[in-house]
């Protein structure tokens, strides 16, 4: 049986959201995938090789950047609200709140999630100065935005995913104006 390096970091990234990045070990999804460790170090350098690899799925699913995601409605409080419906609907289980736990000890993290976090919120800027806020009340929402976006699943994970939305759909609403 062939394992790629996709398949390591499914299965990975399945463990991530339930146990955090201290609950990743190499022998026990060796197990999972019925391999050998030899396998992992064909795919990875090492445990951090994988985190890395997890981060770089995880600000993948970040569309913001894209053009084609503002491309999809002119309405700016549209494409807010397409940032954290995405992030409801793409179906993590708590990776980021790992990820982000994991940057608070690990600098070379943190700095890589610190870049993408302010493309994040500069898109968010723009989208509530299009909404008619000046600058500094844009900036202090989109911050605000932010929280909720990265709170959200320690918040309201538990709930299915309709209600999930409903909740944050009502933030957004509040924040909008």
Known sequence: MSISRDDW????????????????????????????????????????????????????????????????????????????ERGITRGTRGQAAALRLWAQRNPEVEEKIVSADAIRRQFLVDQFKALG???????????????????EFLHSGSRNETDRLAMARRKHEMLIR
């Not at 060796?30 to 799925?57: C, E, P």
């Open 133 to 151: 806020h000046e600058e500094e009340t844009a900036e202090i929402r989109a911050e605000v935005y932010m929280s909720v976006i990265s709170a």
């Open 9 to 84: 970091i499914d299965a990975a990234w399945d463990i991530l959201g339930e146990a955090g990045v201290e609950g990743i070990r190499i022998e026990q999804l060796a197990r999972k995938l019925s391999v050998t460790k030899g396998s992992f170090y064909w795919h990875f350098k090492n445990r951090q090789g994988l985190v890395d690899a997890m981060i770089q799925r995880w600000l993948g699913m970040r569309e913001e950047d894209r053009p084609s995601f503002s491309a999809t409605s002119e309405d700016p409080s549209e494409r807010l609200w397409r940032v954290i």
